[in-house]
Structures are given as C-alpha cells and as structure tokens.
C-alpha cells in the first residue's frame, strides 16, 4: 500500500469520527447531517494535504455554530387572538466576516432545517470573495393566508428579539423563503424605532428607495444561469435552443428563467407548492410574474390564459418532463435518486441548483455517475448573497450603484465561483468534480482564517 493511500485511509477515518460525534450531537436533524456529510465527504483530500487543519481541530470547530439562539414570537392576529411562534438564528462561523444569511418563514422550519442553511453559508458566502460569514435565522410561522396587518405585528414581534443579536457589523440578515420586500420593510422599521438611529446595513434585501441595491431581486436567478452557463460553455453548449424545466416559481425561479430566455432558451415548466404547469409553446413568464409577484395566485391560474398548456397536481412530477438543462429552484431535497434517474433517462445535460440542497446525496451521485454537468447549490446560488454583500459595501460608503454595475459584479463573481471551484477540483485529484471543488475552496479560506485567529 502506498504512502499516499494510507493517509487518505486514515485521514477519512478522522472524518468518519468527526461525521460520527455531529450525529451523537445533533441525532434527530436529519437536514444539517446531510450537509455535514456531503461537505466532509469532499475534504479528505484537502485534509491529507494540508495536516494543520486536523491538529487545529478546524472541522471540529466548523460544524458547531458558534452561537444558536431560539425565541418565543406572540404576536396578535386580525381577531385578536393572541398566537405563538419560534424564532431562531444560527451565527455559525464569523472567521471572515459577519454572519450573513437570510431569514426562511415558513411551517417546515425547525433547528436543523436553519443549521443545515447556516452550514452551507460559511461555503457559499467565503466563494463569494467578500467579507461575510455564514449565518442563517427564520420562524416556522407561515405568511400565507395572512394580512398585511398580521404580517407586520409578526415581524415587528419577531424583529423586537432578533434586534438584540444582530447588527452592520456583526449579524447581517436578509430574505429567503417566505421573506420578501414587504418583510424586510416590516423588519427593517422596527429596528430604526428600537436603536433609534438608520442602520442601513443591518438587513439587505431592503427596498430601493431606503437602502437597497438594485438587481438584488434577480441576483440569486442570474446567478445561478450565470454559473450554469460556465459550465456549458466548458463542453461547448449553451442556453440557446436549450429546453429547459425551473422547479418553483417565487423569486429565485423567475428570474432565472428570465435570464435562460434572454440567452436563448425554451422553459418547458415551473411549479409551486400545489403543483406544476407544462406549456410546450414555452412559458409565458409576463403571464407568471403576474400571478406571482402582483395577484398572488396559484401556479394553475396559468392554464386559465394559455390553451395548450397543462396543470399538473403534485410537485415531484415535474422532473419526468424531458428536458436540456434542469435548475431546481424550490427547496430543499425535492430531487431524489428517483427523480435524477428520470432526468438522466431522458437526457438532461446539466442540472444548477438555485435552491439550497435541492438534490438528496443519492442524486448528486447519480448526476456525477452519468457525467451530468452539476452546479452544487453552494455555488450555483450564491448570487443572491454576493449581491447582499455588495448592498452592505453601498450601504457603508452610502452610495447607490447602477443596475448594470451590479448585474456586472454578479456576472464576475459567478465566473470566479465557477474557476474556484474548478482549480480546486483539479488540484485535489478530482478533476471537474465541482461539488468538491466548491466545497474545498470555500473551506479554505475560512479554515485559513480560523487558524490565524487562534482557537476561539
């Protein structure tokens, strides 16, 4: 056995045990082991070569967040009665910068579901290049069905505790599901009231007119596009005459179909919570925008103005449809191994995640087994926290960018995003594999960091 074999055995054997101690620790969070596992998995390599982040215990220190806060939320709805969430915010890891990340209300959150997001922060948000750490927060209250009232007494409830854990230079919170502009304001003025002082930089995602950065709403869409087409480009394809299938149809999806349109590209289907629509003319995305962004409705109001078009019960079946290139862009582990052995029967090329987590491990591997082009959702949605982070950096120097400045550095940091993470696939032995290769190379830099900052 060879030098080299033996110590990839026995560093795989320190990330088993490591894997191992997170699962005695955290038994029951089934979402946050899984993106423990995906991320450890990928750094054996890094680990045989560069022996100081085993005697700096730097996984041991990673995978524990450095601060895990949960808070009671009453608040009173329009009947009067008084209601009852929880709230939480995960600051994880802070060796390059303040926390950063968004806050998700919807029912399905719980602790592990806000740790396995803070997680893939740290990752996402060092591949950026900007100064941020990772952090993630939310409350299992669910905004749909309420009124603006009731929405704004939650979030100034939820925003009275919150306050005292974050701020510009120290927690920097911004939107995800469930969380939009109208929340963010909401959020956003009673901070103002509680420090009495304008904090611009204490959330991003704000609105233009107090704060906020243009193409921000399109960030995480283009982004996402922008890093699919890297790696289109790299086997001499593209978006033009491409079918495409986009899973979800809030923010993240429509603006990444938008972009896919403006590259060329025929999007075959989009979905919600209730369902998927299929129109084969192509989606009509005004028609979309509309019944999301301005009236609110279900994803099958779309069928009503489109003969020819087809509403589908269940969210699942979407992935059935043949298609180029799908970006699944809803939620977490929607494409299972079932779900990636369709796509690749039917001969999809490439898959971008502009969800978080979207694929389950079995379908990552199905996707790398069949040499799919894969964007990990690390890197492929990490638009939508660069252009937070550029918001921050307009917010300090109170200054407004165009449109066009901002869309510009997001195309640049999706390309830098998509070499990094390349060159560090290849320098780690595993050649185009860029799930690794994103997880290596937003490991560094914060490890790095870590190291320098002693242990703490």
């Known amino acids: 056995m060879s030098t080299a074999v033996k110590e990839n055995q026995e560093v795989q054997h320190y990330v ?24 450890l998995d990928s750094l054996v390599p890094v680990l045989a070569k560069n022996p100081q982040y085993i005697k700096h215990a730097i996984l041991e220190r990673m995978v524990e967040p450095e601060r895990t806060i949960s808070f009671r939320v009453p608040w009173v709805d329009d009947q009067g009665n008084v209601k009852v969430n929880r709230g939480y915010r995960v600051q994880f890891n802070s060796a390059i910068g303040p926390y950063k990340g968004g806050l998700r209300f919807h029912p399905s959150v719980n602790q592990s579901i806000i740790k396995f997001l803070g997680f893939e922060q740290i990752f996402k948000n060092s591949l950026t290049g900007q100064p941020i750490g990772g952090g993630k927060g939310g ?11 009731e929405i704004m007494r939650f979030t100034q409830s939820f925003m009275s505790e919150l306050s005292k854990y974050i701020g510009p230079d120290t927690d920097v919170p911004a939107g995800d599901i469930g969380v939009g502009a109208r929340e963010i304001g909401y959020m956003f003025g009673q901070y103002k009231k509680m420090r009495g002082a304008y904090e611009a930089g204490v959330l991003t995602g704000k609105g233009v007119g107090y704060g906020g950065s243009l193409a921000r709403k399109e960030a995480t869409g283009y982004g996402t596009v922008y890093f699919v087409n890297e790696m289109l480009k790299s086997k001499g394809l593209s978006f033009k005459d491409s079918t495409v299938v986009v899973s979800g149809s809030g923010n993240v999806s429509i603006y990444a179909m938008e972009k ?76 299972d191994e079932e779900a990636a052995k369709l796509l690749v ?42 252009v937070s982070a550029l918001e921050m950096a307009q917010n300090s120097a109170r200054l407004s960018w165009t449109f066009d400045e901002v869309d510009g550095k997001l195309k640049e940091i999706m390309t830098n995003i998509y070499n990094d993470s390349l060159k560090a696939a290849e320098e780690y032995g595993v050649p185009g594999n860029l799930v690794v290769g994103a997880n290596i190379a937003g490991f560094v830099k914060v490890a790095d960091a870590m190291i320098t900052q002693g242990v703490i």
Not at 16 to 21: A, F, H, K, L, R
Not at 286 to 291: A, D, S
Not at 308 to 331: M, N
């Open 139 to 149: 409350s299992d209250f669910d905004p749909k069905g309420k009124s603006d009232f």
């Open 260 to 335: 896919a349109m403006e590259l060329g590209a025929k999007i075959l289907a989009c979905s919600d919570s209730s369902g998927y629509v299929y129109d084969r003319n192509g989606i009509d995305l005004n028609t979309v925008k509309r019944l999301k962004e301005v009236e609110g409705k279900r994803i099958s109001e779309y069928v009503k103005e489109h003969p020819g078009s087809v509403f589908y019960e269940g969210f699942g079946g979407i992935w059935k449809i043949p298609c180029d290139i799908a970006l699944p862009c809803a939620t977490q582990n929607e494409i």
């Open 16 to 39: 088993n045990g490591v894997y191992e101690q997170v699962k005695k620790s955290n038994a029951h969070e089934t979402e946050f082991l899984q993106a423990v596992k995906e991320v």
């Open 345 to 386: 029967a039917n001969g999809v090329k490439a898959i971008g995640e502009g969800a978080n987590m979207p694929s389950t491990l079995e379908a990552v591997d199905v996707f790398l087994e069949n040499n799919v082009l894969f964007g990990p959702a690390k890197a492929a949605n990490a638009g939508g926290v660069a």
